[in-house]
């Protein structure tokens, strides 16, 4: 068991990356598809070489080590099925029929005797973690592991790793999976880290647009130029021409702008307002009286996240 350290990394894919996985923890880099999760794996793993920066394993520094040398283990997800038994697979890597019995035991696989292609979805991953696990690493590294899961077997998967108490990284698209799987959320954009943190915290202050969808799935996203915008913006976004707003919610207020309350839902007022292409939404009593009428509205800054319209990065 070790700590993990990428100190500027950059390799294909990546740049700059920082960041420390703490010796039997689990971090969780999201992103979207192209965010370069799969390439810092790889770069970590040394299937991709360092273009600068360093990748310290339990202290070691492994940047120009061949990925035999590592001391880490990369696992791809939904691996296909084959003719090989799971612990013929384990076996590859594995010292003898004791060790393939203890690796499997280690992720929970109950019968490594039958065949890849005859064991559920959820099994042949166990059975290439296992295998994994085999090799003795002190990192994991784990690329989509519960894609195509369903929401029972994704939990089993999270379990089995995190009862290794092995230093892993895990990487997927999937923002709320990966919150329940890391002891810390890395958000990945660009081939950036650009916020590490515990789930609350960034979801609170969420690093990038994606992510804020990805954590309120309903929330109102608007584009509008700062200049020209009753929105409480940062100053930050003032020289942009155009920003991307989140607007967690409004508020009925006779000092606010004006709109017209065009539908409502449950508690939920929806305010089309001139200048936003979407309507806002507005806790009140009894909205439906409000339906049909003219209304004003406030955003407070507390209830906006500003993000670049090109990169989706937050402004602050």
Excluded: C
């Excluded at 350290?5 to 960041?19: E, Q």
């Excluded at 703490?22 to 965010?35: E, L, Y």
């Excluded at 001391?71 to 791809?76: E, H, R």
């Amino acid at each position: 068991m070790g700590e993990l350290r990428l100190i500027g990394l950059t390799a294909v894919g990546v740049s700059g990356v920082d960041l420390a996985v703490g010796a039997g923890s689990v971090t969780a880099v999201v992103g979207d598809p192209a965010a370069g999760k799969t390439a810092l794996l790889r770069a970590v793993a040394g299937l991709e070489p360092a273009r600068a920066g360093r990748v310290l394993v339990a202290g070691r520094d492994v940047t120009e080590a061949p990925p035999a040398g590592r001391g880490v283990a990369l696992v791809f997800g939904g691996a296909a099925p084959s003719r090989a038994t799971a612990a013929e697979l384990i076996g590859e890597v594995a010292g003898g029929r004791a060790a393939v019995r203890q690796a499997a035991g280690a992720v929970g696989l109950d019968d490594p005797d039958r065949r890849l292609r005859e064991l559920s979805d959820l099994d042949r991953r166990l059975a290439h973690l296992a295998r994994a696990v085999a090799a003795g690493p002190t990192v994991l590294l784990l690329d989509e592991p519960t894609a195509g899961l369903d929401a029972a077997d994704a939990a089993v998967l999270r379990a089995r790793v995190r009862s290794l108490h092995t230093t892993t990284l895990w990487a997927t698209r999937d923002l709320p999976g990966g919150a329940l799987a890391g002891d810390e959320l890395a958000v990945l954009a660009s081939g950036r880290i650009v916020g590490v943190d515990r789930t609350e915290t960034l979801r609170a202050n969420p690093p990038t647009l994606a992510a804020a969808r990805a954590f309120e799935p309903g929330l109102v996203v608007v584009r509008v130029d700062p200049a020209a915008t009753f929105l409480p913006l940062p100053s930050a976004a003032r020289p942009h021409r155009l920003v991307d707003v989140a607007i967690r919610t409004a508020h009925l207020d006779a000092t606010g702008v004006e709109g017209r309350a065009i539908t409502s839902d449950g508690d939920l007022l929806y305010v089309s307002v001139p200048g936003l292409g979407e309507p806002v939404t507005a806790v009140v009593t009894d909205p439906v009286r409000y339906v049909g009428f003219a209304v004003r509205v406030r955003v407070d800054a507390s209830e906006v996240s500003a993000f670049d319209a090109g990169t989706g990065v937050r402004i602050d």
